[in-house]
């Protein structure tokens, strides 16, 4: 089974979600700003960032698909 850009771009947002989540416990947890926080803030951004592309694509290929 292939797995649809929708489908990925749904894991990526989560995962941008759970790592969001993780640097916000963590700062409140240690109170600053620490490497680990801003590690985890770039890899949310990148996961929303490529999981809203996906998202997108899914949505243009749906439509190009439906165009006489």
Do not use: C
Request: proline content about 3%; aromatic content about 16%; cysteine-free.
């Amino acid at each position: 089974m292939r797995q649809t850009p929708l489908f990925s771009g749904i894991i990526y947002v989560v995962l941008g979600i759970i790592f969001t989540l993780f640097a916000i416990q963590n700062v409140n947890t240690d109170g600053e700003w620490g490497f680990f926080s801003i590690l985890l803030v770039i890899l949310a951004t990148f996961d929303f960032g490529s999981g809203f592309r996906l998202i997108r694509a899914h949505f243009r290929m749906k439509k190009q698909k439906n165009e006489p």
